[in-house]
């Protein structure tokens, strides 16, 4: 495995406005590692799990999963990520939501996500949010992805 491989960031979020805003602010904080954006949760399970060059086949992702998505709740996406098996159960995964209900929050650290940010309504605390999400991005280490059996 090439220890330098850049991590690809996988990111599954349906607002298109909240997506540029994502990507426009991890650029800001000097992220370049490609961002791939998926509007919802099929086909960014499908590109995580089967894609020749999704992060399951090719190593290694961090992952931004918005909860609200309109084919299937976030917390299943992220089930299926961190269970017992999965090839990417220790892929980073930072939950993006508007949500901040405090059962929903242990829901998703019980379920195994690295971090979770409610999105702030106003724009300014949002593009601040992310561009310190940014600089978190660039000084964390995400493991490889496990060969699968």
Known sequence: MNQHQPV?????????????????????????NDVRHFTDGTSALDFLFEAPDGPAKNGPALILLDL?????SGTDILARIKAEGSPL???????????DDKVEIQRCYD??????????VDYDS???AIRQLGLFLTV?????IEPAE
């Not at 690809?8 to 370049?32: C, Q, S, T, Y």
């Not at 159960?89 to 949500?99: I, K, Q, S, Y």
């Not at 379920?111 to 702030?120: A, D, M, Q, R, S």
């Open 8 to 32: 690809g960031i996988v990111m599954i979020e349906d607002d298109e406005g909240h997506a540029r805003l994502i990507e426009k602010n991890i650029r800001r904080a000097g992220i370049l």
């Open 68 to 72: 609200n998505l309109p084919d299937m």
């Open 89 to 99: 159960r220790r892929a980073p995964v930072v939950v993006l939501t508007t949500t």
């Open 111 to 120: 379920l195994g996500c690295n971090v979770y940010i409610t999105k702030p």
């Open 126 to 128: 949002f593009a601040q």
């Open 140 to 144: 964390i280490q995400v493991p490889d």
